[in-house]
């Protein structure tokens, strides 16, 4: 059974695949990411659909790389009598999706098998499959799929088996094309163009970042995976590109990470920006002014791909989750949530997108001004947080930062950008939340501030309090903060974001650290005037990435394995902010864009 961190990414924009370290794909959803699975391996099992195309004898390959700066996969076995090759790829999106594996021999000769299983609806639908001259053709529903290659085919077990022996310089290809079922069978896809296309795609996409410096390659490959969880029709962005990968192995923690959230969307748009890609950061912030457009008061934290409202969550019995983490879900209850936070998030994103996108049309200030009046209603209510804890509502001090940091930047755009508004009522409203937080949310005992108000407790998220320029990055009671996240809540030197058994977040069992968290303290102890301690931890969060570069959302430091959903947002703007943050020197908050060496 593979784990979390055997598992590379492809993708074509829209939605994207799993392939494990074995040459099995054990996660798609078609036609987009929030679609159901086709291949569910990932939570059930072989049973639940799968795409083996590996040596007879199985196992795990010898190495896998992506090409270069590009999203195109290559895994390697190297056995007795030979060498061999899959590359796998999903070529930028037409109407129809494709995933395309060419099987290339590299030496001596190998015996391959491929095992395909298709099943929909998260492997609840088995399709009737019917083979024809050049393959097969599965339909079940809404759903057809078109299994394209040069090689034989026969039934075996409810599967597509595919059993052959490639020699060097030999290639043998398969694509596999998804169609709605009612419409006629979709053109046909040349595997070798489709791989000199894609691979320019990605390599065209890659020659515009501005990534540099000692951390380039871990930068390139991070830009390169929140691109992967782009949609580009709309620009939403996907926290991850699975559902129900656990917090904790065995246990509840799990969560559907399919739709865009305002928070994780907001700082995927700042870790681009960093990159150079301004592109994506316009038609995030076209997806945002759809998603969010009319009342203020019906704000949401999070939307589906195409910026709908209503997101239900379900549970899939017939699935008995990642090793046995039941249950897996659907959709996502945090959707309904009260997040105070978002609404600091979003105007602190358009402070960014105004400042690093000059010269583009903005029509967001009527958006901001909107969001800014109702903020100033609901600022001292109690809300979920943003860990979208599910106990009772508190006063959490991030959230409070947040409508600090709102009010902060739509008083600065007033002043510093000429925008029209009531400034001096924000300014008043700003200082009177700073002062509320200084008061109410530090423990003098400990020298710290604390998860919410009168509360005890530590969270990551206080880390947060320099970076959005709530305080100077070496205030004393940033210091102290550092120290007493350091103390009370790290494991191995990687930070949590919360104690879950002392936080009353409505959920039993435990769960790993959290990376994104881990990052920050690198950024806080850079603030500090910690250099070496701060490159020391980036390192080491560096060695949590995979073979490939990736990062789920957590990490078990006993068990030394990935936890949480995969590839995670999260995760990789974590890294490519700090990664900057280290190399440019901290020149920068959260909403000023950062300037790359020659840019006056
Ligand atoms: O811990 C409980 C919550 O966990 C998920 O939320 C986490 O993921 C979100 C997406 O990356 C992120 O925005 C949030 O800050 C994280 O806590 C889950 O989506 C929630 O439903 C759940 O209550």
């Not at 009531?422 to 530090?442: Q, S, T």
């Not at 058994?501 to 690198?522: H, K, M, N, T, Y």
């Not at 068990?559 to 890294?575: D, E, M, V, W």
């Not at 901290?586 to 840019?599: A, F």
Request: glycine content about 10%; overall charge negative; proline content about 6%.
């Amino acid at each position: 059974m593979s784990r979390i961190e055997d598992y590379a990414i492809i993708g074509d924009l829209h939605t994207a695949a799993l392939v494990g370290t074995d040459g099995s794909i054990d996660w798609l959803c078609l036609p987009n990411f929030d679609s159901p699975a086709c291949f569910a391996n990932l939570l059930d099992g072989p049973k639940a659909g799968r795409w083996l195309l590996a040596p007879e004898g199985g196992g795990e390959c010898t190495q896998r790389q992506y090409r270069e700066d590009t999203l195109v996969l290559e895994t390697e076995w190297e056995l007795d009598g030979g060498a061999v090759r899959v590359i796998d790829f999903m070529p930028p999106r037409d109407e129809v999706a494709d995933v395309v594996r060419i099987v290339e021999g590299l030496s001596g000769e190998v015996k391959m098998r491929g095992e395909l299983v298709m099943r929909f609806d998260y492997g609840h639908i088995v399709p009737w499959v019917r083979r024809n001259h050049t393959g097969v053709h599965a339909v079940a529903g809404p759903d057809a799929l078109y299994l394209d290659t040069s090689t034989r085919v026969h039934g075996e077990h409810m599967s597509t088996v595919s059993e052959f022996t490639v020699k060097a310089g030999e290639r043998v290809p398969f694509v596999l094309t998804w169609a709605p079922s009612h419409l006629p069978r979709p053109r046909s896809v040349d595997p070798e163009e489709a791989l000199e296309g894609t691979t320019s795609y990605w390599t065209e996409w890659s020659s515009k970042s501005k990534a540099s410096g000692p951390h380039r390659d871990a930068v390139q490959r991070s830009l390169i995976t929140l691109k992967a969880l782009t949609y580009m029709p709309t620009g939403g962005i996907v926290a991850a590109a699975t559902t129900s990968l656990p917090e904790q192995i065995g246990g509840p923690r799990n969560w559907d990470y399919r739709y865009c959230w305002l928070r994780d969307a907001t700082w995927t748009l700042q870790s681009l920006i960093a990159g150079g890609y301004t592109d994506e950061a316009a038609a995030w912030r076209d997806w945002l002014l759809r998603a969010v457009a009319g009342d203020p008061a019906d704000l949401q934290i999070m939307y589906s791909l195409h910026g709908a409202r209503r997101l239900p969550e379900t549970e899939l019995g017939w699935l008995k989750g990642f090793e046995g983490s039941a249950p897996v879900r659907i959709g996502n209850a945090a959707a309904g949530q009260f997040q105070l936070d978002v609404w600091g998030e979003v105007l602190d994103g358009l402070a960014l997108t105004r400042n690093s996108l000059l010269g583009q049309p903005d029509e967001s200030w009527d958006l901001q001004t909107a969001i800014m009046e109702h903020l100033e209603k609901i600022w001292d209510q109690p809300d979920n947080g943003l860990w979208e804890m599910r106990g009772p509502r508190r006063h959490f001090t991030h959230s409070k930062v947040m409508a600090w940091v709102a009010a902060d930047r739509m008083v600065k755009a007033v002043r510093d950008s000429g925008l029209p508004g009531p400034a001096d009522r924000w300014e008043d409203l700003r200082d009177r939340i700073h002062d509320e937080v200084m008061e109410k949310a530090f423990d003098s005992e400990r020298n710290t501030f604390v998860q919410s108000y009168g509360s005890k407790e530590l969270d990551a998220s206080l880390l947060l309090i320099p970076r959005v320029g709530f305080l100077p990055r070496r205030h004393p009671r940033v210091l102290g903060t550092i120290d007493a996240i350091q103390r009370e809540l790290t494991q191995d030197g990687f930070v949590l974001r919360y104690k879950p058994e002392a936080s009353d977040d409505g959920l039993p069992g435990r769960e790993g650290i959290f990376v994104a968290c881990s990052f920050w303290l690198v950024e806080a102890l850079l603030g500090a005037g910690r250099g070496p301690e701060a490159e020391e931890l980036f390192h080491r969060l560096l060695g949590l990435r995979n073979d490939v570069g990736l990062l789920s959302e957590e990490w078990d430091p006993q068990a030394a394995r990935q936890l949480g959903n995969t590839p995670q947002a999260f995760s990789h703007f974590a890294l490519i902010t700090t990664a900057t943050q280290l190399h440019a020197g901290l020149r920068h908050h959260s909403n000023s864009p950062i300037h790359h060496q020659g840019q006056s």
